[in-house]
Nanobody, 121 residues
């Protein structure tokens, strides 16, 4: 059973912004590494951004550096992805994942439904 519910996606024009939310189901995100992944049509799922649960270190894919920001609210059991200056290349279904470390996120397989982001004029 999927552990997360992703939301906040939608249709946005190029240059616009969206904030995605990832709500954990039945457990606390505290001390977990959190990751956002995306999958565009015909492409493999790729890591977009990750946040360590131990030292708050972050990872951003080169394609989103300076535009996306990952964050978390442990009290709300929710992680976020603020996406600015969106381009059509950001169009994809976005998913979140959790693990003990950022490296563990790449082996995550309990994917939720994700949230669709479409960037188009």
């Amino acid at each position: 059973q999927a552990q997360f519910v992703e939301s906040g996606g939608g249709l946005v024009q190029p240059g616009g912004s969206l904030r995605l939310s990832c709500a954990a189901s039945g457990f606390s995100l505290r001390y977990y590494a959190i990751g956002w992944f995306r999958q565009a049509p015909g492409k493999e799922r790729e890591a977009v951004s990750c946040l360590s649960g131990s030292d708050d270190s972050t990872y951003y894919a080169d394609s989103v550096k300076g535009r996306f920001t990952i964050s978390r609210d442990d009290a709300k059991h929710t992680a976020y992805l603020q996406m600015n200056s969106l381009t059509p290349e950001d169009t994809a279904v976005y998913y979140c994942a959790a693990g003990s470390t950022i490296s563990d996120l790449y082996y995550y397989d309990d994917w939720g439904r994700g949230t669709q982001v479409t960037v188009s004029s």
